[in-house]
């Protein structure tokens, strides 16, 4: 027999389901014998639960009564698609946490107008290949997606095909170091562009600490050296799309770090005292979840949350959890497609960033061993971005469904 | 209402002479327990004792210790209503069996249903968690003494075996019955606690401890059921509990993220919101505390 939701709160990450017939508002009593399940975070394991009054009680909260679309209940053909559903709506419900709910400061405001021409002239462009390329791999796993999706019929869902390319050798791998570079270039240049006009203002302290983990995120994964190779004018690139970045308003100090930072890295004959310093200018990060939470990303990307809940946390909600998301746009403009682009490539930053850990690049290793740490490094993220995506494809209107949670107030 | 004072009484009838005796000290105990009179202390601690408590998600933990202006900061269904939900909203009173509940609570303790935030005895644990990690423990002063206290969930009241197996509710009969299974917080929670403790827990031949009462007045998904008149907010708080379990998964979570292997995505962003939470908590005066042992005492 078919699940449905007695209870859900789907910000909250828990739901209670049982096994019944669609009839939560006609009874006015409650099923018994029939099996009831409690679904929760961190792991959205079902546990059994004796009654379904648990689930009608916790409706009286937060949770919401039941879920309908088109005036029916949602079915679900099986627990374990109830408990995907609860995961996914979690998890990209999350992505609308704002600097309450991510316990981090709000993000640095961004200005009025938007970063249009950015993207067409910076950037070179990549040939995309979903041999070579990871990010190809995970548009043509959304559409895949969206194409089984518009196969199901109601109530029904099948298991989700892998993201492709997991478990690759690291060696294959090198187009996926441009990747990570360009995602580095986009994260800096939306902090840079956040920057206050007045120093000695809170507002200039919370965007300098912003600042600060950004720099981290690029020194940590020892990218420096290989920004100027992924814009389009190479050194004149990084000072075109970094420091003159309107408002072009960097501090002076920040450009002076920024330009040896990127002259050289540990193999490319930096100045002596970078070298000393292992090029760690900016504090060791005690959790890069609140470091990708607080460092803001554009409107584009992510424009159906509030401001304050656009960072690079939230752009792994999105993809990972709902790779349908293209439903919310026109698949077809070239416009969108450059923005998914540069939205996995985020993602990939994002998810490479975390998976870190505590390994870094020695000063000691020259080009071809730092090729391969970066490969590594990128196949890995691949692995987790291809572990977290859905494991069950659900009809269009329940993956509409899921793509909406990021809007639902906290 | 004396009702539970005699109920209680009623049920010890059934011991012989030398099972009473346990038996009535027994009883003794779980109404110093919930009183927040420890074992053999006389007084009153002010921090201990039954409170009402309500356990909802970390993530709206911020929104609860500082709502949006003219915003509630804990909501019932009822607040909820202007809010998006996902996929369709349904009308309040299209359930038909929260409309029967209602109805029943509205005619027998003539309360409100839109004016109720149902809540939970608790004692020394952390609530009900399958309605939230973040267990919120009310102030004594927060709740008023007439409050109803309920012997159980009040949808149990359209479930077997007070409502058949496939039979509407008797909304007359329940509406009488209701009375019947309310007593007042002030006067009648350590009487409903011992006969709930009774029911569950062996009571004549040992001593009970404070953690078996206060296993037995809350445990899973059996409590007694509190309908609180009026939300509350963060100044209306003891304090806030979390369990031991959820405690361990959130830092081994945070292991991981530094250490590696990379936890998913969903366990990243359950610890986020735990901490976030315990940020706005400790921001509003509000301690959090883990719970290791529902028989733990205060100095």
Aim: charged share 25%; net charge neutral; glycine share 8%.
């Amino acid at each position: 027999m078919t699940w449905y939701l007695d209870a859900i709160d789907p910000r909250g990450g828990r739901a209670i389901a049982a096994q019944r017939k669609a009839n939560l508002s006609a009874s006015s009593s409650l099923d018994e014998n029939t099996p009831v399940a409690f679904i929760g975070g961190p792991l959205f394991e079902p546990q059994v639960v004796s009654s379904r009054a648990a689930g009608f009680a916790m409706a009286r909260g937060r949770a919401q009564f039941g879920l309908h679309a088109n005036g029916e209940e949602v079915a679900f053909d099986s627990v374990a698609a109830v408990a995907e559903f609860v995961r996914r709506t979690y998890v990209r419900g999350s992505g609308g946490d704002g600097s309450g709910e991510n316990g981090v400061p709000p993000l640095p405001l961004a200005p009025d107008e938007d970063d249009g021409g950015f993207d067409a002239e910076a950037l070179t462009r990549l040939e995309s290949n979903p041999e070579i390329d990871l990010i190809a791999r995970i548009l043509a796993h959304s559409n895949r997606f969206l194409s089984v999706s518009g196969s199901l019929k109601p109530g029904a869902s099948v298991m989700s095909v892998p993201l492709a390319g997991a478990g690759r050798a690291p060696s294959a791998y090198g187009f996926g170091i441009g990747r990570l570079v360009r995602g580095a270039v986009r994260m800096l240049r939306e902090v840079v562009r956040r920057c206050p006009s007045k120093s000695g203002t809170m507002e200039y302290l919370g965007w300098c600490e912003t600042f600060d983990r950004a720099l981290y995120v690029v020194t940590a994964m020892d990218l420096w050296g290989r920004l100027p190779r992924h814009l389009s004018a190479g050194f004149n690139g990084v000072r075109q799309w970094l420091f003159d970045a309107p408002p072009d308003r960097l501090p002076l100090r920040y450009r002076w770090l920024i330009r040896q930072l990127v002259r050289g890295d540990f193999r490319r004959g930096s100045p002596l005292p970078l070298q000393w310093n292992g090029f760690r200018f900016f504090p060791e990060t005690y959790d890069p979840v609140s470091d990708l939470a607080r460092i803001p990303v554009a409107k584009k990307f992510i424009p159906d949350v509030s401001t304050d809940a656009r960072n690079l946390l939230a752009v792994l909600s999105v993809v990972t959890a709902t790779p349908a998301d293209l439903l919310l746009h026109d698949p077809k403009a070239a416009s969108v497609q450059a923005v998914m682009e540069a939205r996995a490539e985020l993602a990939l930053l994002a998810a490479a960033y975390l998976n870190l850990g505590t390994e870094r690049q020695s000063a000691n290793w020259g080009d071809a061993t730092s090729d391969l740490f970066l490969a590594r490094l990128v196949s890995t993220a691949e692995s987790w971005l291809s572990a977290n995506c859905p494991k069950r494809v659900f009809a269009i209107a329940v993956e509409k469904m899921i793509c909406t949670c990021s809007t639902l107030p906290a | 209402m004396k009702q539970w004072e005699d109920k209680v009484s009623k049920y010890l009838e059934r011991y012989r002479d030398d099972e009473l005796a346990m038996a009535e000290a027994n009883r003794d105990m779980v109404l110093r327990v919930v009183s927040g009179m420890g074992p053999d202390k006389p007084t009153v601690d002010e921090s201990s004792g039954a409170r009402a408590v309500v356990n909802i998600s970390a993530v709206h933990i911020p929104s609860f210790c500082k709502p949006r202006p003219g915003e509630k900061p804990y909501k019932n269904t009822y607040d909820l209503q202007k809010e998006p939900v996902l996929g369709d909203r349904q009308p309040i009173n299209v359930s038909s069996s929260r409309k029967a509940v209602d109805g029943v609570i509205q005619g027998g303790l003539h309360k409100q249903p839109a004016d109720l935030y149902f809540a939970a005895v608790e004692i020394n644990g952390t609530g009900v968690r399958f309605y939230g990690d973040m267990c919120l423990v009310l102030k004594r002063a927060a709740v008023a003494a007439d409050t109803p206290v309920l012997t159980t969930n009040s949808y149990d009241l359209i479930r077997p075996p007070i409502t058949p197996a496939g039979a509407a509710p008797d909304i007359p009969a329940l509406t009488l019955l209701i009375d019947q299974m309310a007593g007042e917080w002030q006067a009648n929670t350590g009487h409903l606690a011992a006969l709930k403790s009774f029911d569950i827990l062996q009571h004549t031949a040992r001593r009970l401890t404070t953690g078996q009462i206060s296993d037995a007045i809350l445990e899973d998904e059996d409590y007694l059921e509190v309908l609180k008149a009026g939300t509350f907010g963060a100044n209306d708080l003891q304090e806030a509990r979390v369990s031991a379990a959820d405690t361990a998964a959130e830092i081994q979570i945070g292991e991981r993220t530094r250490l590696g292997p990379c936890p998913s995505l969903a366990e990243i962003q359950w610890r986020k919101q735990r901490l976030a939470a315990q940020r706005s908590l400790a921001a509003s005066g509000v301690t959090v505390r883990v719970i290791t042992t529902s028989g733990r005492t205060r100095s």
